[in-house]
């Protein structure tokens, strides 16, 4: 009976065979094995479909890597295949230039997939599932890294780091954030329920803390459209001329 080779290419030797060639394909098989468990390699995606191919008790395949970078320029949405049979997980990184999608998925059948977007250049924990002989499942486990223009909703973003600035859906700066070394003060922003106002506090370590707003050349600070100055020197008149 002759050999037989696992999805992923490992040499699967018969009783009595081979003779005097076990020590060669069993190192073969090891290298595989250890490419399985923690192998890195890259891989060109410049053409669609690219086919990750297994390699028969060989070493060197790229779907027989435990980390798999893609690479190359892309001129259009592109689709990355393994065969039906491969059961595994995998750790990939979306190297590739081009504003295009790339689809990780298996070679025929129906079954679910795992895409970057076009603007996706992170890297995804995903899993082969083999649980059909003609539709399986490749499945993103969700632990994504995010490098691209995302969209999140209904997330909950605990003590997020943001950086210099928020902006508005079409990309025009909206605050402008300056960040103070070892700053203690701050500005705690509450809601607040029916009938009751919202209100910024300035708040932090110090006792007695103001609050600054600071018009730009001869801008003025307003509330309620009304110049403050001007609202601040009517209340001093008030008081003095009842």
């Known amino acids: 009976m002759s050999s037989t080779y696992t999805g992923l290419g490992v040499q699967l030797m018969t009783t009595g065979e081979k003779a005097g060639t076990w020590g060669t394909l069993t190192n073969t098989n090891w290298n595989i094995i250890e490419q399985i468990a923690g192998g890195y390699t890259t891989q060109a995606i410049t053409s669609t479909p690219t086919t990750l191919a297994v390699s028969d008790g060989s070493a060197g395949a790229t779907l027989a890597h435990r980390v798999i970078e893609l690479t ?15 059961q595994t997980f995998y750790i990939i990184k979306n190297a590739s230039s081009g504003a295009y999608t790339v689809q990780f998925k298996y070679v025929t059948g129906s079954g679910s997939s795992v895409t970057w977007a076009a603007a996706d250049k992170g890297t995804k924990l995903i899993y082969a599932t083999a649980n059909d002989v003609t539709n399986p499942d490749i499945v993103d486990v969700g632990m994504t890294t995010l490098t691209g223009t995302e969209t999140l909703t209904n997330k909950t973003l605990t003590s997020p780091a943001i950086g210099t600035s928020i902006l508005d859906t079409g990309g025009n700066e909206l605050f402008l954030l300056t960040a103070t070394g070892s700053a203690v003060n701050q500005l705690t922003y509450a809601n607040a329920a029916a009938d009751t106002n919202p209100s910024f506090t300035a708040t932090g370590d110090s006792t007695n803390i103001g609050i600054n707003f600071v018009p730009k050349g001869s801008g003025a600070v307003q509330a309620a459209g009304s110049d403050l100055a001007t609202v601040g020197k009517a209340i001093a008149m008030a008081m003095v001329f009842g």
């Open 72 to 86: 190359g320029s892309i001129g259009e949405a592109t689709i990355v295949t393994i065969p039906l049979d491969v």
